[in-house]
């Protein structure tokens, strides 16, 4: 890695040298060049470290600026991300401080977090959870947000979404009804509710927005203007609560 590390910064610095000015340019020679390419290769293999450092502060600016985009898109997608009609609504419909979930039902650490995510709102009554659909695993999940949208819609949908996501193996657009009945929703409405909605447009809309918050994958929870990528813990998801609730009080981010 530190080789090729010190080779790729070599170029960098020869790309440099081409950059200047053609006065300047004028008075370096090729062996002149070839020297300080050496001297420098040379160097960054005795101190490797200097290379480590700079791809460390490389990845510092690179992870700071994906959290100054992603904090720019909450603060623009706001009311999309926390008051979107299509997205499924858990907890307190009411509540101060929305905990958004960009979820899919086929996701092995959507269904381990599942379990924080219900300890969470039975912990805290003032919270409600937003779940936007973003079914990035193969035409099964899909399916089953196809299902998920329609049954948002009806009083039972807290306990269908938990219920889905606790099913063992692959789930689709039959397992889903499956569990849908299971759990006692109105099946015809269901029906009705799944051929008016338009699941292409609802979709395309979270994958957009997900990709422009730099989510790399699912789960992914927007709480307040704090994001967090991957299964997270209780103590964490309280923890981000509390903040955005905190700083409500200043600016109603929540």
């Known amino acids: 890695m530190v080789a090729l590390a010190s080779t790729g910064l070599i170029g960098l610095i020869a790309g440099a040298l081409d950059t200047v000015p053609a006065g300047a340019a004028d008075t370096i020679s090729s062996t002149e060049r070839s020297k300080i390419e050496s001297v420098v290769h040379d160097y960054l293999m005795q101190h490797p ?5 700079a791809l460390k502060e490389l990845d510092r600016k ?40 960009f979820f899919d039902y086929n996701c092995g650490y959507c269904r381990l977090v599942a379990d924080e995510v219900k300890a969470l709102i039975k912990s805290d009554p003032r919270v409600r959870v937003v779940l936007h659909e973003w079914p990035i695993r193969g035409p099964g999940s899909v399916g089953a947000s196809k299902v998920s949208l329609a049954a948002a819609k009806q009083k039972n949908f807290a ?21 849908a009945k299971q759990q006692g929703l109105d099946m015809a409405a269901l029906a009705r509710d799944m051929k008016a909605q338009n699941t292409t447009a609802i ?28 299964a997270t813990s209780l103590d964490n998801l309280k923890k981000s609560v509390a903040d955005a609730r905190a700083a409500c009080k200043k600016e109603p981010i929540c």
């Open 62 to 101: 690179e992870q700071a600026a994906a959290a100054a985009q992603a904090k720019d898109v909450i603060r623009k997608e706001h009311q999309v991300l926390t008051r979107d009609g299509a997205a499924g609504v858990i907890g307190n419909p009411n509540g101060d401080v929305s905990v958004v979930e």
């Open 203 to 230: 979709l395309s809309k979270n994958d957009d927005l997900s990709h422009r918050l730099g989510l790399s994958g699912t789960p992914g929870f927007i709480i307040g203007e704090t994001m967090i990528g991957g």
């Open 159 to 179: 306990a269908f979404h938990f219920a889905l996501l606790a099913t063992d193996g692959t789930v689709d657009e039959a397992r889903a009804l499956a569990v």
């Open 49 to 53: 470290e200097v290379v480590l450092d």
